[in-house]
Nanobody, 119 residues
Framework: QVQMVESGGGLVQTGGSLKLSCTHSGGYFDVVAWGWYRQAPGKERELVATIHSGGGTSYADSVKGRFTISRLSGQSTVYLQMNNLKPEDTAVYYC?????????????WGQGTQVTVSS
């Protein structure tokens, strides 16, 4: 059973930075796609960024130029560097993963980490 564990959330002022980490472990299932989603109170969960084993990345328009998803090749940890944070970035951030079968990062989920940006 794949487990994904996030860390690095917290409280930061507008314009500040945070770096989230996500480590996956468990079983013989492989993870070839990783994603960061977020869900703000009263809103639907939205995809923030993805990265695939080949290195390709994608971002939501709302975070382009401010957030960077990364992963060291061969390692089980994915990062989300968040710069120039805004109050609208406040949400619970979830790490996700996808196997080689789907190659879509929505099969495995972490428990979420709270990010709060004060104005």
């Amino acid at each position: 059973q794949v487990q994904m564990v996030e860390s690095g959330g917290g409280l930061v002022q507008t314009g500040g930075s945070l770096k989230l980490s996500c480590t996956h472990s468990g079983g013989y299932f492989d993870v070839v796609a990783w994603g960061w989603y977020r869900q703000a109170p009263g809103k639907e969960r939205e995809l923030v960024a993805t990265i695939h084993s080949g290195g390709g990345t994608s971002y939501a328009d709302s975070v382009k130029g401010r957030f960077t998803i990364s992963r060291l090749s061969g390692q089980s940890t994915v990062y989300l560097q968040m710069n120039n944070l805004k109050p609208e970035d406040t949400a619970v951030y979830y790490c996700s993963g996808g196997s080689s079968t789907t190659r879509t990062p929505n099969e495995y989920w972490g428990q979420g980490t709270q990010v709060t940006v004060s104005s």
